[in-house]
C-alpha cells in the first residue's frame, strides 16, 4: 500500500519494471491508475452507493508469456484488436476504446512455463456466427481444445498457444 495525499492508493509489481500504483483515490472521489499511455482518470460513484466508500476500476489484465509477441498475436486475431508493441511488452485495446481509460490487455515476458490449471481466465463469445464456426476459426489462429475436468458443459474450454485456459461461449442474443 501506498499513501495519497487523501487516502491510501494500492500498489502492484506487473510485468513493467518495479512496483507501479495501481489506484489511488482522491478527496474529490476521482480516481487515477496508470495505463499503457499514461495516467487514467475516472470519477468514482458516490459514496453511499459503494457502501465502504472504495471502489477499484479494472483497467489490465496482465497475461505472463515466454513469448509475448506469439501470444499477443493471437489474442490480436481472437478478438479484432490491434497489437502494439512498446519497448518490454505488447499491449491492446478494443478498437475505438479510449486508450487512456479502457481496458487493456498486456502481455508480459516471464522466463517460465506455465505449469498449471490457471486460477484465472477470460471468456470469450461468438460474434456473427455459432459457437461451432468459432470454434473452427479460434481452432485455426492455434487455439487447443483442454480438459481441465469440466465435463459436459454449454461452454468449451481451449488453451491459446502457451497452454492459458479460456472458455468459447455460446453466442449470446443480440
Not at 92 to 105: I, K, Q, S, T
Not at 120 to 143: C, F, I, M, T, Y
Request: hydrophobic share 45%; with cysteine; proline share 7%.
Amino acid at each position: 500500500m501506498t499513501e495519497t495525499a487523501s487516502g491510501v492508493g494500492l500498489t502492484a509489481i506487473s510485468g513493467r519494471a518495479g512496483a507501479v500504483p495501481l489506484l489511488s483515490l482522491a478527496s474529490d472521489r476521482s480516481l487515477t491508475t496508470p495505463g499503457p499511455l499514461g495516467t487514467c482518470l475516472a470519477r468514482a460513484a458516490p459514496e453511499h452507493e459503494l457502501g465502504s466508500g472504495m471502489a477499484s476500476i479494472l483497467r489490465e489484465i496482465v497475461i505472463d508469456c515466454t513469448d509475448p509477441d506469439l501470444v499477443s498475436r493471437f489474442w490480436g486475431a481472437v478478438l479484432g484488436w490491434e497489437v502494439r508493441e512498446e519497448e518490454a511488452f505488447y499491449w491492446m485495446v478494443a478498437p475505438g476504446a479510449d486508450e487512456d481509460r479502457d481496458l487493456a490487455l498486456i502481455f508480459v515476458p516471464v522466463p517460465e512455463q506455465k505449469v498449471v490449471k490457471n486460477r484465472l481466465h477470460l471468456d470469450v463469445s461468438p460474434a456473427g456466427v455459432g459457437q461451432e464456426d468459432e470454434l473452427e476459426r479460434l481452432k485455426g489462429l492455434g487455439a487447443a481444445p483442454v480438459d481441465v475436468g469440466q465435463g459436459e458443459q454449454p461452454w468449451i474450454v481451449l488453451a491459446d498457444p502457451e497452454g492459458n485456459e479460456f472458455c468459447l461461449l455460446a453466442a449470446r442474443p443480440g
